[in-house]
């Protein structure tokens, strides 16, 4: 048995360092846990806008898998931006290859300005195949609009919709309601269970890999042998923290602070 906790994030690239590997890497180590990253797409982005996205041959993104697999002992893994259909079949058919567990998946579909950041074509895919293998499910309310085809836009449609994903074959489905207006609730369906989580809103712009977070800090929970439910409280604590902190980096949606309880500077 090793005496770490190893978690592997399987995700886009963001140059900027507030979303993606970057941000999961820091998740990562801000929660004690040892970080390992396979890159599906470099994503030339900062905090206004998504200029470009090169998606890296299946290849060798089954070989980034397979090197980890093969060599380190993994707890959990966080699986965030796969654009199309051809880099889901990569990244799913290794991580069931190698009998991967706690596996924590947020559908990045839309970036922060809107853009588009997974193709229709990948949809179906995404609905019968790996919805299915994942521990947790984490979208927000429009993509859970797009996988559902339909509107949210009450507290019950959101536990509907939960369950809903629930009954395609997640663990167990995490719907993060900060889309709605007032104070955010976020649902959770987990074993037939509904939960609600609130938090309070805080007043910043500063947002930018916040989905990319908790999805992380969850998967770490879950590494550590918290139960869904405690796993999705604490990562919820840790992101509350990492908002309150953001940074005012870039001139549209900064960053949050990963290291809150670390002081910078001299």
Avoid: W
Wanted: charge should be neutral.
């Amino acid at each position: 048995m090793s005496n770490y906790t190893a978690v592997l994030s399987v995700a886009g690239s963001d140059c900027s360092g507030g979303a993606g590997i970057q941000a999961d890497l820091k998740t990562f180590s801000a929660l004690n846990v040892y970080g390992m990253s396979v890159i599906t797409s470099v994503v030339a982005e900062n905090t206004s806008r998504v200029i470009s996205v090169y998606d890296l041959p299946e290849k060798i993104i089954r070989e980034q898998i397979k090197a980890v697999f093969e060599d380190i002992e993994v707890s959990a893994v966080k699986v965030g931006m796969i654009k199309n259909r051809q880099i889901m079949e990569a990244v799913f058919e290794v991580l069931n290859e190698y009998g991967a567990k706690n596996i924590v998946c947020d559908p990045v579909m839309l970036a922060k300005g809107g853009e588009a950041l997974m193709e229709q074509s990948a949809l179906d895919y995404l609905k019968s195949y790996v919805i299915p293998q994942c521990s947790v499910f984490t979208p927000n309310i429009p993509e859970a609009q797009v996988i559902l085809n339909r509107n949210i836009v009450t507290a019950e449609d959101m536990e509907k919709a939960s369950a809903d994903i629930c009954k395609m074959g997640a663990g167990a489905c995490l719907l993060k309601g900060g889309h709605f207006g007032g104070e955010p609730a976020d649902v959770l369906c987990s074993n037939g269970k509904i939960s609600r989580f609130y938090s309070k809103r805080i007043n910043t712009k500063n947002t930018h890999g916040t989905g990319c977070t908790l999805s992380s800090a969850i998967a770490c929970f879950l590494a550590k042998g918290y139960t869904v439910g405690n796993a999705v409280e604490k990562a919820k604590e840790y992101i509350t923290g990492a908002i309150a902190h953001s940074l005012e980096i870039g001139k549209g949606n900064g960053p949050l602070n990963h290291f809150y309880n670390i002081k910078y500077g001299d």
